[in-house]
């Protein structure tokens, strides 16, 4: 099996290698065209700011690549936001393979600390991306900005107000949290993930 990670200006790809070490898999990091087209799975990693990773998407052609992939692709963090129609970070137009806006946290008072980073709980899981993964598990997030609830929604988290925590559209997935980061509930979505067809 081919797995590749879309390598573009957008940091957190090397944890994501050592995941994949992990459950015994290694993946080809690659900004080319053909390659990307080529592989069984995709993972689109990021962390980072939304509309400079658009700008490199664009100037490559990546983005137009990733929304016509049509094996299992798996956007993380930041590389999920950019999936999206639109967010909020420095006004930008994504990619558009989900519908949901991508909105940035508005803490209610004081003692609540934007971005978020720490563990929090997953929760309405659907889909065989969590196959095996317990209510409520708890995975590992770092983020200022989140994606609304919408239709595509597989997973919810609550942070300020309920957000989408995964969505899912086709053969597109896309996780807020980090798996690479999310001990054996990560390992076992990523295992998930490269058993989808």
């Known amino acids: 099996m081919s797995i590749v990670i879309i390598q573009y200006n957008a940091g957190n790809i090397q944890s994501v290698l050592y995941a994949l070490e992990r459950v015994g898999v290694t993946?080809?990091?690659?900004?080319?065209?053909?390659?990307?087209?080529?592989?069984?799975k995709v993972i689109f990693p990021g962390v980072g700011e939304a509309s400079t990773a658009m700008a490199y998407l664009k100037e490559r052609?990546?983005?137009?690549?990733?929304?016509n992939l049509q094996q299992p692709v798996l956007g993380i963090c930041?590389?999920?936001?950019?999936?999206?129609?639109?967010?909020?970070?420095?006004?930008?137009?994504?990619?558009?393979?989900?519908?949901?806006?991508?909105?940035?946290?508005?803490?209610?008072?004081?003692?609540?600390?934007?971005?978020?980073?720490?563990?929090?709980?997953?929760?309405?899981?659907?889909?065989?991306?969590?196959?095996?993964?317990?209510?409520?598990?708890?995975?590992?997030?770092?983020?200022g900005y989140y994606a609304a609830l919408g239709e595509h929604a597989i997973a919810t988290t609550n942070y300020i107000q309920d957000y989408s925590s995964a969505l899912h559209k086709n053969n597109f997935y896309g996780v807020?949290?980090?798996?690479?980061?999310?001990?054996?509930?990560?390992?076992?979505?990523?295992?998930?993930?490269?058993?989808?067809?």
């Open 176 to 197: 807020q949290f980090h798996p690479e980061k999310s001990a054996k509930v990560g390992e076992q979505i990523i295992k998930n993930f490269l058993e989808l067809s």
């Open 61 to 67: 052609n990546l983005d137009t690549v990733i929304k």
């Open 78 to 143: 930041l590389g999920m936001q950019l999936m999206c129609a639109y967010s909020e970070e420095n006004d930008t137009t994504c990619i558009g393979i989900f519908e949901e806006q991508v909105k940035l946290f508005k803490p209610t008072d004081q003692t609540i600390k934007v971005p978020q980073i720490g563990w929090n709980t997953i929760s309405n899981l659907k889909t065989d991306l969590f196959r095996g993964i317990p209510e409520n598990s708890f995975t590992y997030f770092v983020h």
């Open 27 to 40: 993946a080809t990091v690659t900004d080319n065209l053909e390659a990307i087209q080529a592989a069984d």
